[in-house]
Nanobody
Framework: VQLQASGGGLVQAGGSLRLSCAASGSTFSTYHMGWFRQAPGKEREFVANISWRSGLSTYYADSVKGRFTISRDNAKNTVYLQMNSLKPEDTAVYYC???????????????WGRGTLVTVSS
């Protein structure tokens, strides 16, 4: 599975962005998908994940719960991250990843995209 994230950019605090992650390969629908982020000088952290069967299970980090929404369209081989009420502390490079296990641990993910930068100005 090859992954390509897009949709990042510069946004003011309180604004919104939608990230997309396009996957190649016919097995996309069999993978759980996750979003992670890494801020400058910090470790990569879990943001959200969604089970392989669209909408069956989702899980969010406490820091984004109620503001971010993960979704997927298996027909389009794409997973999305809708980010609302953005805060400066959301500034990071955002990565999408694919896993066989439904997990928030980065080590559980076998495939990673290259990342897209989100910058939130105050």
């Amino acid at each position: 599975v090859q992954l390509q994230a897009s949709g990042g950019g510069l946004v003011q605090a309180g604004g919104s962005l939608r990230l997309s992650c396009a996957a190649s390969g016919s097995t996309f629908s069999t993978y759980h998908m996750g979003w992670f982020r890494q801020a400058p000088g910090k470790e990569r952290e879990f943001v959200a994940n969604i089970s392989w069967r669209s909408g069956l299970s989702t899980y969010y980090a406490d820091s984004v719960k109620g503001r971010f929404t993960i979704s997927r369209d298996n027909a389009k081989n794409t997973v999305y991250l809708q980010m609302n009420s953005l805060k400066p502390e959301d500034t990071a490079v955002y990565y999408c990843a694919a896993a066989r296990a439904f997990s928030s641990a980065a080590t559980s993910y076998q495939y990673w995209g290259r990342g897209t930068l989100v910058t939130v100005s105050s």
